[in-house]
């Protein structure tokens, strides 16, 4: 491990930071002075020179989130603008440097971060597809979530859908009138389109895919290339994707080989983007927490959590607010941690059959996620999709006895006492599963000679492509949120932060393999403090809160795939803000995508699958 | 799956008592339907939520292999059923209807959830597209977001009756036993937003009105919802019969839903006065020139069925002849 610890004497608080960057840059750092903001703004033209001394100089080497806002319209407290709102971080933990740059809406243009934190490169392109701001020296600055030809930003507030109806919901279709009709109804052409009015149908071609090559160099001169022994050849682009099955989902990538070996590869993405964020700014703040199941779909209790704590994060902000109970709490680390534990079979199994172990392994994952997604059925009534945590609160308490199966194979369903089975969950079967796990596969000459050594990412490269989770921590980072800005009960619980140094892809799953161990561990801390916490209650009053106080929000988690951020944004009209005027996701899958390309150049196309899947990404969140 | 030879046998022939075990005399439909729906291979191609669940059908608890699906094939060419698992998006659908096309027949359609089957949760999204069966026939529809997976193994038994009851001697109800290949489904184009191309010359002919200064009515209204607007919105009044001009004092919201309510009123009249085939125009009458583009089908199932009623028809007067 090469990285230095700052020294704790000099590095100090946020404010300490906040007035060092302040006398460092006296005209263009201001504090951001809006109701319910922090940190500060920064002048545009600054700001490549100010992100370089915040992180070289104030040590807030990790860029975790780089995203766009649009304020437009009355009730803002400047003119109409787009602002970049940038979340930096020091990877010795602590919370929150925060810094702004703010832009012309209708020239749009702010300088790149690329050059400083390579994290930005992929939210910099979103910012661009869905914001249409443009970023002077980005490499590569394309669409990332449409096509090539898209018209317009779809994020901007003055952007309408197709099917747009007003601005907030509930829709008057829906209620108090409840006349209900399909929208296509109302659509000339039927469906979910909608075309400008000066369309040029005489050059209607589809060129999202010619635009996705350049810059690959295509129409090499083979004369140009010889290899060792004199032989001509040429370099070639395969595309995988979106429909492949080792692409965990539709995901595709662009490659450009020479021979077997990987030159160039670039990511595309947007096969399965569905606008989570348009549609959660329409939503109440209440909608959306059934939407962010939606988003990592393998643990949706952990998106609910992040969620919830951001918007627990507005709602502190008003007069009259009272923190979630304990069991509450307790409740919630015991659903995110049994998440984690699914997630985590869940991406082992995945990249197992990415070597070559197709669905073996898999199938006694599952066994193990069958009965947990038991337990939630029966507290929150899905097996998936949970919607389980309300702000302040979680929308039931354990049920007195819950429905499962204890072996999967000619048994019926049973009736189980909670208590027992989630105790006989956690501390038998789990760990059994784990062990089993540890035996087959850890000293397997197979996946050791397959994945050691392969998809290598140093810890710099890390922190700097604002790598999260499993990815991070397997290059000797030592970063894990629960600990390096600890949020629930996490702090009184007894765990360790799971670390490997190898930066490859063994490490990424040794990672994976402690940290089920760890959330055993700290489940067996939870099973008490259930039966402590009996009867106490589990709901707020502000679960079902329709106002919520102006300000802004990064409220975020560790999830199963690394740092989830939901950064929301309570602003615009003072009497009615019954939905967010901002929901940004901060998605872990989708950020740590940004080095797959430097991780694969040079390898092998049969590594590329499995470098993939020892990311660990779910298209839901990728794409949103 | 095993043979059950008395479940086959369906004839009036007597089979000898000793024979019965071993020989059986059916139609060569239903054995062949028999063979064909307990070895539908899925597709391997997941999109979205509902694809884990998918999987989860596949693995031990639930296992859909039992039904004879046990292979899932990740080429399209050795598939014969496409499971449309999660939400379909703009961008996807591009290649989810050129695998369709390369599936060999006869192939079928399952639409997993409430996404694939009407656009679910996402359908006011920017880059959704409200179902596959904009694009794509589908066989059978599978509630649930996502469905459980028996749920889904529920659609797959109803796909396989489905199957029983198809015939290889006519071509009406499958396109599939007709003769020559049948017509592949048209790419959609990513231009500025999708375009199918079975709507071309809709969009020509919008396109065409607004650069004679006429308004891209994207968002217009249908004429006989504009002119039911116009009336109050009583749901007893038998809504588009007496023609009103427009008042244009409502706001675009409030004439939306007056008018979403007279052709709500307008259906309800229809079915309720008519039982005739829907073959003249109905309530639409004081509409000038009678095109009416909001009403044009798209829906492939439609045309399909369409197609097979004038084959029939054509059947029929060449044999009179």
New interface residues.
């Given amino acids: 491990m090469v990285l230095t610890a700052p020294d704790p004497n000099k590095v100090g608080t946020i404010e300490d930071a906040i007035a060092d960057l302040k006398a460092a840059f006296p005209n263009d750092v201001s504090d951001d002075k809006r109701e319910g903001y922090g940190g500060v703004i920064v002048s545009a033209d600054k700001l490549l020179e100010v992100a370089s001394y915040i992180r070289d100089t104030l040590k807030f080497d990790y860029l975790s989130s780089a995203t766009a806002v649009d304020y437009l319209g009355e009730g803002h407290h400047s003119n109409d603008h787009m602002e970049m709102v940038y979340h930096a971080y020091r990877t010795t933990g602590g919370s929150a440097l925060v810094f702004k740059a703010q832009t012309d809406r209708e020239k749009a243009e702010l300088p790149s971060l690329v050059s400083v934190w390579r994290g930005a490169d992929f939210q910099e392109r979103e910012a661009w597809d869905l914001f249409g701001i443009r970023f002077k020296g980005h490499p590569n600055l394309k669409r990332i979530l449409m096509w090539e030809g898209f018209y317009g930003h779809p994020m901007r507030k003055d952007w309408k859908e197709a099917f747009y109806e007003s601005e907030h919901k509930p829709f008057d279709s829906r209620w108090p009138e409840g006349h209900v009709y399909r929208a296509e109804e109302l659509n000339v052409f039927g469906s979910n389109v909608k075309y400008p009015s000066d369309i040029d149908l005489s050059r209607l071609t589809d060129k999202s895919e010619s635009d996705l090559y350049t810059g690959f160099g295509l129409g090499v001169d083979m004369t140009h290339m010889t290899d060792e022994n004199g032989i001509q050849t040429d370099e070639l682009v395969v595309n995988m994707g979106p429909h492949h099955p080792s692409t965990h989902g539709v995901f595709r990538m662009v490659m450009r080989l020479d021979g077997e070996t990987i030159t160039h590869l670039e990511p595309v993405m947007g096969y399965l983007h569905r606008n989570h964020e348009k549609i959660g700014e329409r939503n109440t703040y209440l909608h959306n927490i059934p939407f962010t199941d939606r988003l990592d779909y393998i643990s949706s209790m952990g998106n609910n959590h992040g969620y919830v704590l951001a918007v627990e994060q507005l709602l502190a902000k008003g007069a009259k607010y009272t923190p979630p109970t304990y069991r509450t709490e307790v409740l919630r680390v015991l659903m995110v941690e049994l998440s984690r534990i699914v997630n985590h079979l869940w991406a082992i199994g995945f990249w197992l059959n990415d070597l070559g172990a197709f669905f073996t392994p898999v199938l006694y994952f599952v066994q193990e996620r069958e009965r947990i997604l038991d337990f939630f059925e029966a507290v929150a009534g899905s097996r998936m999709m949970c919607n389980y945590m309300r702000f302040g609160g979680v929308f039931a308490d354990l049920p007195e006895r819950i429905k499962s199966t204890m072996n999967l194979m000619n048994d019926r369903v049973r009736d189980f006492d909670t208590m027992q089975f989630l105790q006989e969950m956690i501390n038998e079967r789990i760990p059994r599963t784990i062990d089993e796990l540890d035996e087959y596969l850890t000293n397997s000459d197979i996946v050791q000679s397959r994945s050691k050594g392969v998809g290598y990412l140093s810890a710099e490269d890390a922190i700097n492509f604002s790598a999260a989770g499993p990815l991070l921590r397997g290059s000797g980072v030592a970063y894990d949120i629960r600990r390096a800005d600890p949020y629930s009960i996490y702090p009184e619980l007894d765990f360790d932060v799971a670390v490997q140094h190898e930066g490859d892809m063994y490490a990424r799953y040794m990672v994976r393999l402690i940290e089920m161990r760890e959330s055993v561990r700290i489940l067996k801390q939870i099973l008490p403090r259930l039966e402590y916490t009996k009867g106490e209650s589990v709901t707020s009053s502000f679960a079902y809160s329709g106002k919520i106080p102006l300000g802004e929000a990064y409220g975020r988690v560790e999830n199963g795939k690394g740092e989830l951020g939901y950064y929301v944004v309570s602003a615009g009209d003072k009497k009615n803000t019954a939905n967010p005027w901002r929901y940004h996701v901060r998605a872990p899958s989708f950020i740590n995508l940004t080095p797959l390309g430097h991780m694969c150049r040079g390898t092998k196309v049969a590594d590329v699958v499995a470098i993939l899947g020892s990311i660990d990404i779910v298209l839901g969140e990728t794409d949103r | 799956m095993e043979l059950n030879l008395a479940e086959l046998n369906r004839t009036q022939y007597p089979i000898p008592a000793e024979l019965q075990n071993n020989v059986a005399i059916t139609s060569l439909s239903k054995i062949y339907n028999w063979g064909r729906r307990n070895s539908m291979w899925p597709m ?6 509902c ?3 998918m ?2 059908t596949a ?3 639930f296992d859909f292999s039992r039904f004879g699906m046990e292979v899932m094939r ?1 080429t399209p060419r050795q598939s014969d059923l496409m499971i449309v698992s ?2 379909v ?1 703009k ?2 659908v591009v ?1 989810i209807v050129r ?1 369709y096309n390369q599936m060999p027949e006869p192939k079928y359609v399952l639409a997993m959830g409430a ?1 694939a089957s009407g ?1 679910g ?10 179902g596959i069966d ?1 694009y794509l026939p589908v066989d059978v529809y599978v509630p649930g ?2 469905p ?1 997976p028996q749920a889904l193994l529920y659609g797959l038994i109803a796909l396989q009756k489905k199957i029983d009851g198809q015939s290889i001697i006519t071509s009406d109800d499958v396109p599939w036993y007709g003769v020559g290949p049948s017509d592949p489904t048209p790419i959609p ?8 191309p079975r ?2 010359d ?3 002919r ?2 065409e009105q ?1 650069a004679r200064g006429g ?8 004429a006989v ?1 504009k002119t039911a607007a116009a009336l109050p919105a009583q749901k007893a009044a038998p809504a588009a019969a007496a023609a009103a001009p427009a008042a244009g004092t409502m706001t675009p ?1 409030e004439e ?2 007056a ?3 007279a ?2 009123a307008a259906r309800a009249a229809k079915s309720a006065g008519e039982a005739a085939p829907a073959a003249a125009p109905t309530a639409a009458a004081p509409l000038p020139g009678g095109s009416k ?2 009403e ?1 089908s ?1 829906d492939i199932r439609e045309q399909r069925k369409a197609a097979a009623l004038a084959r029939k028809a054509a059947r029929a007067s060449k044999s009179e002849g």
Avoid at chain 2, 44 to 49: E, I, R, T
Avoid at chain 2, 189 to 196: A, Q, R, Y
Avoid at chain 2, 216 to 221: D, G, H, I, Q
């Fill in positions: 391997l191609f997941g999109l979205a939520c694809a884990i669940e999987i989860a693995s031990s608890r990740a999660g939400t998006t961008k996807m290649p695998l996404c656009g949760p996402f359908k006011e999204g920017y880059n959704v597209v409200s904009k977001c996502p459980t184009i990513l231009g500025p937003d999708i375009i199918d709507q071309m809709m969009i020509r919008q396109a607004a308004t891209f009515a994207v968002r217009e209204l249908p919802a919201e939306r839903r008018a979403a309510l052709r709500k583009p909001w044009e798209h």
